[in-house]
């Protein structure tokens, strides 16, 4: 699928399910949901190419994509103002950048990576 037309797809699936708009080309001013409809605003910061990645790489379709947006969106805390790409996936954060500016990592999963050899052994 094309980024671009993809990108604006994500803003419309968003739209959809609260509210959200793009501001740039790289951010989206989404409405988190409440019980009572739209409530705060933050900004997902992502740019086409790194939602590209997130589709084809990461979740391996737009669907898929997009409920880990929303996931990620659902869990925003009461101090994260933006959901920030971050290999392959959006974290929440209280800057727009993660690392030392105050974002927060990823959480770990239960898996971890190992190293095999052709024969299967690590």
Do not use: C, N
Request: proline fraction near 6%; charged fraction near 30%.
């Amino acid at each position: 699928m094309d980024p671009e037309r993809s990108w604006h797809e994500l803003v419309a699936a968003l739209d959809a399910w609260t509210t959200a708009s793009a501001v740039t080309d790289r951010s989206i001013d989404v409405a988190l949901p409440s019980d009572d409809g739209p409530g705060r605003r933050v900004l997902v910061m992502l740019t086409r190419d790194e939602w590209e990645d997130m589709t084809d790489v990461m979740w391996g379709s737009f669907e898929a994509a997009v409920d880990e947006v929303k996931q990620t969106l659902r869990e925003m805390g009461a101090d994260d103002a933006f959901a920030v790409y971050s290999q392959y996936r959006l974290v929440p954060s209280v800057s727009p950048t993660v690392g030392d500016e105050g974002g927060r990592a990823a959480p770990s999963g239960p898996g971890e990576w190992v190293a095999r050899d052709s024969e299967g052994r690590s």
